[in-house]
């Protein structure tokens, strides 16, 4: 399978716990974003990587999230100390060229914060 | 603040009939528009991808068309089929300020095609 992959698929948590999700993208795209996505809404941006720089982080990426894309191949986004509004479906999307381009997207982290 | 607008929210059609999905976005300075396809549960998967510079796009029974001075785009389905029951998100992505990477959504049209 060449495109887009994320796991785990499914989070069940506590609140207060740790969690980290991790994005392979397709290989040699050198875009990689992050999204968030709560029932009936479309996805919200949280933040995106061209190759290994994280370019822009929006402002629902509080204190309690980070995103990494070391070696600027797979990503992983931590989110602290969890909340029960953190519960939603975390996509990510990957893309090749400077952004006009079209974003292919995995199958999405569904995380429940009970 | 990009805002994009779907219209209607939901749509349940016998199937043969043609469509039309409807969005809109406040904001002419968009670099694309993009419409894609969500099964519940599921991740996205892009239909077709519009250039501002570009009027339409068409994959299939799929049309795609952009008018980028008023805001608007629409996306037509011909003869639809059951199979084509999902969520359809339309997306553009801005082409100044500090927000060049993100694409921006609408909510949706939940679309039903019975047999």
């Known amino acids: 399978d060449t495109g887009v992959s994320q796991n785990p698929r499914h989070k069940i948590t506590k609140r207060g716990q740790n969690v980290t999700f991790r994005c392979d993208p397709i290989s040699e795209h050198n875009r990689l974003y992050w999204y968030r996505q709560t029932l009936g809404q479309g996805p919200e941006f949280l933040t995106y990587?061209?190759?290994?720089?994280?370019?822009?982080k929006s402002r629902l990426l509080s204190d309690r999230f980070s995103a990494e894309r070391p070696k600027g191949s797979f990503s992983t986004l931590e989110i602290q100390r969890t909340e029960q509004g953190d519960s939603a479906m975390y996509l990510c999307?990957?893309?090749?060229?400077?952004?006009?381009?079209?974003?292919?997207f995995g199958p999405g982290t569904r995380l429940l914060v009970l | 603040k990009q805002e994009v607008t779907q219209i209607p929210a939901a749509l349940s059609v016998p199937e043969g009939e043609n469509l039309v999905l409807n969005c809109s976005f406040t904001?002419?300075?968009?670099?694309?528009l993009q419409w894609f396809r969500q099964d519940p549960g599921k991740g996205l998967t892009s239909l077709l991808l519009i250039q501002s510079s570009q009027r339409e796009q068409t994959s299939g029974r799929l049309n795609a068309s952009l008018d980028k001075s008023s805001g608007r785009s629409t996306l037509y389905i011909a003869a639809s089929q059951p199979g084509d029951s999902a969520t359809y998100l339309c997306a553009v992505r801005a082409s100044r300020g500090s927000t060049l990477g993100r694409l921006y959504f609408g909510r949706g049209t939940q679309l039903t095609v019975w047999p």
């Open positions: 990587f061209q190759n290994e720089a994280q370019l822009e």
């Open positions: 904001d002419s300075a968009i670099y694309n």
């Open positions: 999307a990957s893309s090749l060229g400077e952004g006009a381009e079209t974003q292919y």
